[in-house]
């Protein structure tokens, strides 16, 4: 069984920065994908950002040059960092695991952290 524990996420203005970083534990593969998405009320969830054990990265187009994702492999840990944020980055944000790039379907979640801009 795999656990994915989220934190960082909170209330902030525009313009500001927020971290989050999601911890896995259990039974993890020898390879993966650790990725962020997130859903707004009333939207299906989105790629934030995504991020291979060899440090190949993929950034939705929304977040290209906003937002920088991260892991540490022997912590298994996976961290966004969030800058410049706009009321449209509002969301719950959800952290994935999966076995390779595109089967984030058949992954593991976490339980969300909810990230609030206001204007």
């Known amino acids: 069984q795999v656990q994915l524990v989220e934190s960082g996420g909170g209330l902030v203005q525009a313009g500001g920065s927020l971290r989050l970083s999601c911890a896995a534990s259990?039974?993890?593969?020898?390879?993966?994908?650790m990725g962020w998405y997130r859903q707004a009320p009333g939207k299906q969830r989105e790629l934030v950002a995504s991020?291979?054990?060899?440090?190949?990265?993929n950034y939705g187009d929304s977040v290209k040059g906003r937002f920088t994702i991260s892991r540490d492999n022997a912590k298994i840990t996976v961290y966004l960092q969030m800058n410049s944020l706009k009321p449209e980055d509002t969301a719950v944000y959800y952290c994935?695991?999966?076995?390779?790039?595109?089967?984030?379907?058949?992954?593991?979640w976490g339980q969300g952290t909810q990230v609030t801009v206001s204007s």
């Open positions: 991020i291979t054990t060899g440090g190949s990265t």
């Open positions: 259990g039974s993890i593969f020898s390879t993966s994908v």
């Open positions: 994935n695991l999966a076995p390779w790039v595109g089967a984030h379907a058949i992954g593991y």
